[in-house]
């Protein structure tokens, strides 16, 4: 779910882009989404396209092929809503970040790339797929992954009470390398819990997200 974007005021105010540098009038502006920290698309700026962006909180390119401004979904509706804008080292490329209303491509997807606009939790989204591999093939390739699910949830959700009751000793001890030792198995059995449940941690995330509105 999008955070709510009402009245939302963008946190800087950029005063020294060099709109003159490339002798277009025009700055390269990349799109970012705020929350999932993907790149939606790349677009450019002139100075007027900048200022209207400010003032009304929608995300304004200078179209090049129609010669003129173009709020992105003026006529689709699949607005960007500006939260951020960050300029780079050489004053020359902007950074915007946006909560986007519907998909940003006007071919239908998420993303120019044609990718799918979702969160990306590092290590931990590459351990949901490990997870999610050695359960469907479990048949094939014995792990303890695979053992433990074979057992069913009460015994996932018994392992993930023991984890918790041992890392709350932990926590309590001096020892840094057993709390973190028993934290990560701890992270390991919720994330195992989460898919026996039918879950993802963008389950979770959608979760928080809904509690901050």
């Known amino acids: 779910m999008e955070p709510s974007t009402k009245n939302h005021q963008p946190k800087t105010i950029i ?3 060099d709109f003159n540098k490339n002798n277009d009038g025009l700055v390269p502006a990349i799109i970012q989404d705020a929350t999932t920290k993907n790149v939606l698309m790349l677009g450019y700026m002139n ?27 003026e006529e689709s509706g699949n607005v960007l809503n500006l ?27 998420d993303t120019c790339w044609n990718e799918e606009n979702t969160s990306n ?34 015994k996932i959700a018994q392992k993930v ?24 198995d701890l992270l390991f059995h919720y994330l195992m819990l989460l898919q026996a449940k039918g879950f993802t941690l963008k389950d979770i995330e959608a979760e928080l997200i809904k509690r901050q509105k």
Request: hydrophobic share 35%.
């Open 121 to 154: 939790f590092g290590f931990f989204s590459t351990l949901e797929d490990v997870i999610k591999e050695r359960v469907a093939n479990k048949e094939t390739k014995k792990s303890y992954v695979a053992s433990l699910f074979d057992k069913g949830i009460n």
């Open 15 to 17: 005063m020294n882009i």
């Open 161 to 184: 009470g023991e984890e918790a009751v041992e890392t709350v000793i932990e926590a309590m001890d001096s020892n840094d390398d057993l709390f973190l030792y028993e934290s990560a």
């Open 47 to 73: 100075e007027e396209a900048y200022q209207k962006t400010i003032d009304s909180k929608l995300v304004t390119f200078f179209s090049r092929t129609k010669n003129r401004l173009w709020t992105k979904g």
């Open 83 to 109: 939260v951020d804008i960050k300029l780079d080292c050489d004053k020359d490329t902007l950074l915007i970040q946006v909560h986007p209303k519907g998909p940003t491509c006007h071919k239908g997807s």
